[in-house]
T-cell receptor, first 114, second 112 residues
Framework: AQSVAQPEDQVNVAEGNPLTVKCTYS??????LFWYVQYPNRGLQFLLK??????LVKGSYGFEAEFNKSQTSFHLKKPSALVSDSALYFC????????????FGKGTMLLVSP | ETGVTQTPRHLVMGMTNKKSLKCEQH?????MYWYKQSAKKPLELMFV???????ENNSVPSRFSPECPNSSHLFLHLHTLQPEDSALYLC???????????FGQGTRLTVV
């Protein structure tokens, strides 16, 4: 069985500061890993994914994530936060082999203050 | 915006009503999903259709009935719902064997 843990319910950061939203996962074999963002009253919007290759993945809106196999982590990062980045962020995982659907973490609310 | 369109965006229904949620994808995908998002709970996968066949049904009560008439359309038929069924219902699609899924904007359902 696959699972995702997002240990922080909320992350607070000041505009202009770097941000990190944490994610760890459990899955058999090598995973596909994803980050999604959800703005109020909207669906989930795909941000980035790790498939293979470079452990640092770059995505939309200046976000990036670092895959760490030994720590089974896939933390989301941004060098300089914007107020408009305030939203709910979901980490997700799925197995590579066979039939598999996405398993999501419970989400982390990011609040960026001016 | 994302190629997955859900209607209606908002729905208020009584416990004795029957209604349907609609999802349409314009991405050429062959797998579609229904998720339920309740306050302070993880996203719950409800149903999965792959190549128009239901491949997953995660112990969802029978008052929720999905229908996938073709690879572009997915419905969720609702009847005799309970107030605890109030939630944001999200539709998603993907290419079977592909990676990420794309989501619609959701239907906010309130059961009164």
């Amino acid at each position: 069985a696959q699972s995702v843990a997002q240990p922080e319910d909320q992350v607070n950061v000041a505009e202009g500061n770097p941000l990190t939203v944490k994610c760890t996962y459990s899955v058999s074999g090598n995973p596909y890993l994803f980050w999604y963002v959800q703005y109020p009253n909207r669906g989930l919007q795909f941000l980035l994914k790790y498939i293979t290759g470079d452990n640092l993945v770059k995505g939309s809106y200046g976000f990036e994530a670092e895959f760490n196999k030994s720590q089974t982590s896939f933390h989301l990062k941004k060098p300089s936060a914007l107020v408009s980045d305030s939203a709910l962020y979901f980490c997700a995982v799925r197995e590579r082999s066979g039939y598999s659907t996405l398993t999501f973490g419970k989400g982390t609310m990011l609040l960026v203050s001016p | 915006e994302t190629g997955v369109t859900q209607t209606p965006r908002h729905l208020v229904m009584g416990m004795t009503n029957k209604k349907s949620l609609k999802c349409e994808q314009h991405l050429g995908h062959n797998a579609m999903y229904w998720y339920k998002q309740s306050a302070k709970k993880p996203l719950e996968l409800m149903f999965v259709y792959s190549l128009e066949e239901r491949v997953e049904n995660n112990s969802v009560p029978s008052r929720f009935s999905p229908e996938c008439p073709n690879s572009s359309h997915l419905f969720l038929h609702l009847h005799t719902l309970q107030p605890e069924d109030s939630a944001l219902y999200l539709c998603a699609s993907s290419q079977e064997g592909g990676t990420e899924a794309f989501f619609g904007q959701g239907t906010r359902l309130t059961v009164v």
